[in-house]
């Protein structure tokens, strides 16, 4: 079955730890998305990835890393520099010719303390 | 101003009544997008629809209507005859412009909590 994959589904990090999110997809999508979800906010855009070897940032890219060595996959380091990176975190990914139609991941929720 | 308003925070509603779940949107582009997606307990989003700036026609799958107006900029969701599998965060995004590198940017409401009581 094609689809995406977020591994792991909660993550705890005390605070002043990296912590890194995966994300895989089996679609054969070009494009990659980050976004966290906090409540009442909705989602927000964090990084996304045209294509391999190349991301932009988003509206909230402070604190936060990736990287997109392959299709498949784009990780997203939540590093230390972040004020408040508890939060619910999907990935989705998407191909261009339908409007930017998303599909998303079963997301990661991390907690930092 | 909010290029995607979902005003309704939360609603609920008796197991088999109709809810509608309202949308309005902004945008000075002429092409445009328009999603909903599902987000139940579990987290994951769930697409249901993507309506193009185009058409205008309603779209019915089963239970789930949508009334997409250009005239008011608005893109309504329907439930008939509710169940409480219903009960999630529904999410309206609205994808518009290209950047350089043919990126159409996605924005989401806040979202609206549903929840159907039996």
């Known amino acids: 079955d094609g689809g995406i994959t977020q591994s792991p589904k909660y993550l705890f990090r005390k605070e002043g730890q990296n912590v890194t999110l995966s994300c895989e997809q089996n679609?054969?999508?070009?494009?990659m998305y980050w976004y966290r979800q906090d409540p009442g906010q909705g989602l927000r855009l964090i990084y996304y990835?045209?294509?391999?070897?190349?991301?932009q940032k988003g509206d909230i890219a402070e604190g936060y890393s990736v990287s997109r060595e392959k299709k498949e996959s784009f990780p997203l380091t939540v590093t230390s520099a972040q004020k408040n990176p508890t939060a619910f975190y999907l990935c989705?990914?998407?191909?261009?010719?339908?409007?930017?139609?998303?599909?998303f991941g079963p997301g990661t929720r991390l907690t930092v303390t | 101003a909010q290029k995607v308003t979902q005003a309704q925070t939360e609603i609920s509603v008796v197991e088999k009544e109709d809810v509608t779940l309202d949308c309005v949107y902004e945008t000075r582009d002429t092409t445009y997008y328009l999603f909903w997606y599902k987000q139940p307990p579990s987290g994951e989003l769930v697409f249901l629809i993507r309506r193009n700036s185009f058409d205008e026609q309603n779209e019915i799958s089963g239970r789930y209507s949508w009334n997409f107006q250009k005239s008011t900029s608005s893109f309504n969701f329907t439930i008939t005859a509710s169940q409480v599998v219903d009960s999630a965060v529904y999410f309206c995004a609205l994808s518009e412009g290209w950047d350089s590198g043919g990126y159409q940017k996605v924005t989401f409401g806040i979202g609206t909590k549903l929840q159907v009581i039996p």
């Open positions: 989705a990914s998407s191909i261009r010719d339908r409007g930017n139609e998303q599909y």
């Open positions: 679609l054969n999508h070009d494009a």
């Open positions: 990835s045209q294509i391999v070897n190349d991301f």
